[in-house]
């Protein structure tokens, strides 16, 4: 980098990586009820899925990484925010963008840890008549 010394930069990435390896410890999906009040909600977070853009990983182009999103190649990952407090309380990829929509990550885990009559809040990339 320009106008950087080694040191600095040094300084930095380590500081990240620290941080990064705390990421787990900080993202933890029982936090979801942190601040509920009322033991009747049972809709506890909002969930969405993010495309995050990558280098085409092969050539000739592979259709399963296109987002239509970002119009390019990208990875998608699932996150969900806890309602009461804006946590991030789950993160879930990365998947083939292209390949794997919205709903499909979310039946593959996060249905999978909800509580019997618990649900989540989604867009309509979430719909497909099953409810959770």
């Known amino acids: 980098?320009?106008?950087?010394?080694?040191?600095?930069?040094?300084?930095?990435?380590?500081t990240v990586v620290h941080e990064?390896?705390?990421v787990d410890?900080?993202?933890?999906?029982?936090?979801?009820f942190i601040g509920v009040q009322n033991c009747k909600d049972k809709c506890f977070v909002s969930v969405d899925g993010t495309d995050l853009p990558i280098r085409e990983p092969i050539?000739?182009?592979?259709?399963k990484w296109y987002s239509h999103k970002l119009n390019?190649?990208?990875?998608r990952y699932e996150l969900?925010?806890?309602?009461?407090?804006?946590?991030i309380v789950w993160v879930n990829g990365p998947y083939p963008a292209g390949e794997f929509s919205d709903v499909t990550i979310a039946r593959r885990c996060l249905v999978h840890h909800l509580n019997d009559?618990?649900?989540?809040i989604a867009d309509g990339g979430?719909?497909?008549?099953?409810?959770?």
Do not use: S
Request: zero cysteines; charged letters at 25%.
């Open 1 to 14: 980098m320009v106008g950087v010394t080694e040191k600095t930069m040094r300084q930095w990435i380590w």
């Open 20 to 22: 990064l390896a705390r």
């Open 25 to 32: 410890t900080l993202i933890v999906w029982e936090n979801r």
């Open 59 to 63: 050539r000739p182009v592979d259709p």
């Open 72 to 75: 390019r190649a990208a990875v």
């Open 80 to 87: 969900a925010i806890a309602i009461h407090t804006g946590w």
């Open 117 to 120: 009559n618990e649900f989540y």
């Open 126 to 132: 979430y719909r497909d008549g099953n409810q959770w």
